[in-house]
Nanobody, 117 residues
Framework: QVQPVESGGGLVQAGGSLRLSCSASVSLFSFNGMAWYRQAPGKQRELVADISSGGIGNYADTVKGRFSINIFRDNGKSTVTLQMNRLKPEDTAVYYC?????????WGQGTQVTVSS
């Protein structure tokens, strides 16, 4: 069963760094890609970064040049990481991992990232 498991959130001062990780068991045949979304209080969930099964990354304008997404595959297990540098208070949100297969999307439980000013 595909159930993304996230880790790596926390509290950091502005200008600091955090690294998020998400792992899921997905067959190579059905796997399409993974992504990170975030949702701040009172706001809609938004795409932060996306990476295809071929390793092509795509970023929201607000995080370009500061965040980096990577993907690793090992024996049917896919792991996506999000390296977040030069964090800003406006990056504070719950970050959700998303796994895309050919038929369904799967969501992780979310991990809190808080950036203090």
């Amino acid at each position: 069963q595909v159930q993304p498991v996230e880790s790596g959130g926390g509290l950091v001062q502005a200008g600091g760094s955090l690294r998020l990780s998400c792992s899921a068991s997905v067959s190579l045949f059905s796997f399409n890609g993974m992504a990170w979304y975030r949702q701040a209080p009172g706001k809609q969930r938004e795409l932060v970064a996306d990476i295809s099964s071929g390793g092509i990354g795509n970023y929201a304008d607000t995080v370009k040049g500061r965040f980096s997404i990577n993907i690793f595959r090992d024996n049917g297990k896919s792991t996506v990481t999000l390296q977040m540098n030069r964090l800003k208070p406006e990056d504070t949100a719950v970050y959700y991992c998303n796994v895309r297969t050919k038929t369904l999307n799967y969501w992780g439980q979310g991990t809190q990232v808080t950036v203090s000013s």
